[in-house]
């Protein structure tokens, strides 16, 4: 039989073809065991993620507390006019710090020297009847001693010397009253301090009946903080601190969230509750150099009004706060895995939270690498690596990642 000349030619070129993938499919198959034997050995387990850890410690913290309060002047004194008449002028600028003793307005005090005229001139009048009284009497005493007068014309003498001797202090008392309201008509300033805007203009009639208010002078360095508490929040501190209550600095904090360089002191509780409110009074004072703190501003403060002996502070980030179960925290057990944990907040301290309740000393709480856990089933074991606060000094830099084999 004859055989196809171009079949014998397509045969050696199929061969050829089918030998070469034969050869490609067994490379790739040796590849592809190569690539993935890890995944498939022990050795190829996924490592335990890194999260960061504190170790818990007893430590004695403050208990701060945060309270609304507000600002009052530790004087305050209202000028008003003391006699009447009209203002003839204003003698200081709005705003300003004024002196004790330092005249502030100017009464109209043409009336008040006219009265004082008058009284010296009664003075004059009152000597010269004094005078004449006395020598009245000096005369008759001799004579009343020889029995030229009666005994009754020398008594009524000398109880006219007395009446004018009287008449002589009542009309000094009147100069000296006439005095005093002519220095009325000039309006000082009874204390030191900041004074006001001037309530009264040039040219007003003001009225020492009516008590005219003219200015308010407040004294505002230092300056008193009134400070509210719930008295049930302050037993609750006292008790905690095993009654060691402290008076500590305060701390004040602005409606912009800024503190005030300057601290004050706590000089007193009230020892009384106000039965509407259920709270009680503390009073702080703060040096006001600089007027950061103005009469009757709205302000908060931050103090320390207890001393707690056993106390354990964990960083904000590694609490939850405010969840179905309270504030909440991940503790690393000895088994490495990460379980939540119920915990009581005292109060803030700077960056921390102070914890009473819910912890015990030498655990371990996470503080980062909560996006890790998302990732994984419950339960899994984690690598804890101590935790240190970014830009601390000596934080020691994060591992890098080991680097992986070279693929084929």
């Known amino acids: 039989m004859r055989s196809d000349p171009s079949s014998l030619t397509r045969t050696p070129s199929l061969s050829r073809i089918a030998a070469g993938t034969l050869v490609a499919l067994a490379l790739l198959s040796g590849c592809g065991k190569k ?33 609304p309060a507000r600002a009052e002047p530790v004087r305050t004194s209202q000028v008003r006019a003391r006699v009447d008449g009209v203002v003839l002028k204003r003698l200081f600028t709005e705003g300003s710090e004024v002196k004790q003793g330092q005249s502030l307005f100017q009464i109209d005090p043409a009336p008040y020297q006219a009265r004082l005229a008058a009284a010296q001139a009664d003075v004059g009048s009152a000597v010269a009847t004094l005078n004449q009284a006395t020598a009245q009497a000096e005369r008759y005493k001799p004579l009343v001693e020889a029995n030229a007068i009666s005994k009754q014309e ?3 003498a000398v109880a006219a010397q007395k009446q004018a001797e009287a008449a002589v202090a009542a009309a000094r008392a009147q100069v000296r009253i006439a005095q005093i309201n002519s220095s009325y008509a000039n309006v000082y300033a009874p204390i030191s301090g900041r004074i006001g805007r001037a309530l009264v203009t ?4 003001v009225s020492s009946a009516q008590a005219t208010e003219m200015a308010v002078i407040q004294q505002t360095n230092p300056m008193y903080l009134n400070i509210t508490q719930s008295a049930s929040e302050l037993q609750r501190l006292r008790k905690q601190a095993g009654g060691n209550v402290k008076d500590a600095p305060v701390s004040v904090i602005l409606d912009d969230g800024t503190e005030l360089a300057a601290k004050g002191s706590l000089q007193f509780s009230d020892i009384t509750v106000d039965p509407g409110t259920g709270q009680v009074t503390l009073r702080a004072t703060v040096p006001n150099a600089d007027n950061s703190l103005l009469p009757g501003q709205y302000v908060r403060v931050r103090l320390a009004q207890a001393q707690l002996p056993n106390g354990i502070v964990v960083p904000q980030q590694a609490v939850t706060r405010g969840g179905p179960q309270g504030d909440t925290l991940m503790v690393v057990g000895a088994d490495n895995k990460p379980t939540p944990r119920t915990v009581k907040i005292a109060s803030q301290q700077g960056s921390n939270w102070i914890v009473t309740e819910g912890l015990k000393e030498g655990e371990r709480v996470m503080v980062d690498g909560f996006q890790k856990l998302q990732m994984l089933p419950p339960g899994t074991p984690v690598k804890a690596v ?10 020691a830099p994060a591992a890098a990642p080991a680097a992986a084999p070279a693929g084929n």
């Open 386 to 395: 101590p935790w240190q606060a970014a830009g601390k000094a000596g934080a």
């Open 202 to 205: 040039e040219g007003a009639l």
């Open 154 to 156: 020398y008594t009524n």
């Open 35 to 67: 690539d993935g034997a890890p995944a498939a050995g022990a050795g190829g387990a996924m490592p335990a993620p890194e999260v960061g850890v504190i170790t818990t410690k007893y430590e004695p913290v403050a208990l701060l507390t945060e309270l």
